[in-house]
Each structure stands twice: as structure tokens, then as C-alpha cells.
């Protein structure tokens, strides 16, 4: 059995000595926090988002006005590519199945470094203009990563002159957007040697759901594979077959389900799925990248 481990920080590190270290090898699935955030104060920052125009009114859905700044299914722009690259597959409605980002993408900008830094400048100007001290997603999720942290320091990736990254980053999914089998990383993926998120072994994302716009019992859910990624999967996630590859080398999964105001961590080295969600009110994360290394006093976040 594959554990995952919560459902506070209190119970996770009375049960574990460095559950980050757990986290990176593969010893634990996932670290899911239950009521990180009531539901009324998700409501309170998601409405804030709708009403400051940077998400969709879902009592007004307009896809059209949005489409500009729609990340396309399936994205990534590995190194040294000009062109971001999406899974291809017939759609029954296109129109409809659409992702938001509020923030800086390192995996979606990182191959024009200037423009990536100085997007991300107005991320921290933006981001400071719409959270309180009392109410910010992002510090929830920095103090919960601070306390399982063993006494390492949490703080936003920077390069050495001082550039900051993103934060983290705001995702809004709709009409059926999924994430299929896949892993992230800087290191092994993306292959950004030239930024300084690169020198940590491993990369963990932490996710704060705002708004679970799964339809009950429909079953859409984070699914995470016992299974780092290696080279010979591949082609298996490459030509959709990963499923094949999971049955016959009989690979165990844990399903994470989150509500709102839940927040999991978990190694995105590992290969890890979000079906698609086909509630109208949309799918709405907080989201955030991780850098972690045993030995290394830092831990960096990012988006
Ligand atoms: O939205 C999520 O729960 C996870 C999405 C994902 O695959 C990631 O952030 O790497
Ligand atoms: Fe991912």
C-alpha cells in the first residue's frame, strides 16, 4: 500500500522524521492538508478574481473574451523549442475546454529568460494588490510547507542577482481540460540548466484547491503513479499507452481527492494524471513548484 499522509501538519510530523524526504523518495504518495482554508474564504478569493475580471464569470461564462490568454491542453516548451507543444486529439468542444493562468509559467515562458523575469515582476506587483495579510492563498501554502520542512527554509526561487520567479500561479480549468500521464521537471524534462531552480534533485509541486468544479461522483481526481519517470516510459506517455504500461508492470496508484481549501503536495517526478473535469464551475488551483534537496537549507517555490 502506498501511503499518502495528513490530514493536518500536526499528524504528519508526529508520524514522520522529515516527511519531505519521505516525499522525494517515493516512501509516501502524497501529503494532503484538509481545511488549509474554509470554503468561505475560497469563495471569498475566487469571487475576488471574478469580480477584479482575471477569471471567468461562471453566471456569465464568456470563453471568447478569455481565449487570448488560454494555455493550450497538454503544453510544455522543452529547452531550446520555439513553439509550445500540446497533445493532439479530436475534441468533441473545443470552445469550451479552456485553462486560465494567473501568473508566471516557468514551463509555459521559461525559454525567453528576460521576458520570463520581468513577467514575473508584475506577478508579485499583481499579487500584492490582490490578497490581504489575513486572507493570501500563497502564504497558507508557504507556512504549511514551512512546517514540514525540518527547519529548512521555504522561500520564492530567485537567481543570484536577485530575479524572482513566480510565486505561484493560479490555474482555472473548464469544459473537460485534463492533465493526461505525465511528470515535471526542470532537471530531467525541461532541461533549464540556466536557471537556478535547476540545481535541486528533486521537484514537488503543492496544490490548493480553490474550487472543485468536479460534478459529485464523477470522479475526476489527481492520480499519482508509483512510478518515477524513466527513460523507457517515454514513448509510453508519448503515444498515450502509459495505462498499458501501468497493468503490466502492475504499478500502484493513489487517487487524491481534494475540496476546496485542501492542499496536497506531492513529487511530480512521479508520473501523475487530473482527468478532466467537466463541471460548469470550473476547476480553480493554486498551484506551485518546489525544489528540494536533502542536504540544501533552501527550498525553493516557483510557478
Ligand atoms: O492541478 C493539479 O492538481 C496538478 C496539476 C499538475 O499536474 C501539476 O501541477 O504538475
Ligand atoms: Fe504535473
Known amino acids: 500500500m502506498w501511503e499518502t499522509v495528513g490530514p493536518d501538519v500536526p499528524s504528519v510530523i508526529a508520524e514522520r522524521d522529515d516527511p519531505l524526504v519521505d516525499l522525494a523518495n517515493g516512501h509516501i504518495s502524497a501529503i494532503v492538508l484538509r481545511n488549509v482554508l474554509s470554503l468561505d474564504e475560497c469563495h471569498e478569493i475566487v469571487?475576488?478574481?471574478?469580480?477584479?475580471?482575471?477569471?471567468?464569470?461562471?453566471?456569465?461564462?464568456?470563453?471568447?473574451?478569455?481565449?487570448?490568454?488560454?494555455?493550450?491542453?497538454?503544453?510544455?516548451?522543452?529547452?531550446?523549442?520555439?513553439?509550445?507543444?500540446?497533445w493532439k486529439e479530436d475534441r468533441q468542444d473545443e470552445s469550451k475546454k479552456l485553462r486560465i493562468d494567473i501568473g508566471s509559467s516557468l514551463g509555459y515562458r521559461g525559454n525567453d529568460m528576460p521576458a520570463f523575469f520581468e513577467h514575473a515582476k508584475e506577478t508579485h506587483e499583481l499579487f500584492e494588490s490582490l490578497w490581504s495579510e489575513s486572507l493570501n492563498p500563497i502564504n497558507t501554502i508557504y507556512q504549511s510547507l514551512t512546517s514540514l520542512a525540518s527547519g529548512r527554509k521555504v522561500k520564492t526561487a530567485e537567481e543570484l542577482d536577485g530575479r524572482r520567479y513566480g510565486p505561484a500561479i493560479i490555474?482555472?480549468?473548464?469544459?473537460?481540460?485534463?492533465?493526461?500521464?505525465?511528470?515535471?521537471?526542470?532537471?530531467?524534462?525541461?532541461?533549464?540548466?540556466?536557471?537556478?531552480?535547476?540545481?535541486?534533485?528533486?521537484?514537488?509541486?503543492?496544490v490548493l484547491m480553490l474550487q472543485n468544479g468536479r460534478i459529485e461522483a464523477e470522479g475526476a481526481h489527481g492520480r499519482i503513479y508509483d512510478c518515477f519517470w524513466k527513460p523507457e516510459i517515454h514513448p509510453y506517455l508519448a503515444n498515450g499507452t502509459f495505462y498499458e504500461y501501468v497493468r503490466k508492470h502492475e504499478i500502484e496508484s493513489t487517487e487524491v481527492d481534494l475540496g476546496g481549501g485542501e492542499l496536497y503536495f506531492f513529487n511530480t517526478g512521479c508520473i501523475h494524471e487530473v482527468p478532466a473535469v467537466e463541471g460548469e464551475t470550473g476547476r480553480i488551483v493554486l498551484a506551485t513548484f518546489i525544489g528540494f534537496s536533502e542536504s540544501d537549507d533552501e527550498i525553493f517555490v516557483w510557478s
Open 47 to 86: 469571487g475576488n478574481l471574478i469580480a477584479r475580471g482575471l477569471l471567468m464569470d461562471p453566471n456569465a461564462p464568456d470563453y471568447q473574451a478569455f481565449q487570448d490568454v488560454a494555455i493550450p491542453e497538454g503544453h510544455f516548451a522543452p529547452k531550446g523549442s520555439d513553439t509550445q507543444q500540446a
Open 171 to 206: 490555474r482555472a480549468h473548464y469544459g473537460g481540460y485534463s492533465y493526461k500521464p505525465h511528470f515535471d521537471s526542470v532537471r530531467k524534462r525541461e532541461g533549464r540548466t540556466d536557471y537556478s531552480v535547476h540545481r535541486f534533485e528533486n521537484q514537488f509541486a503543492g
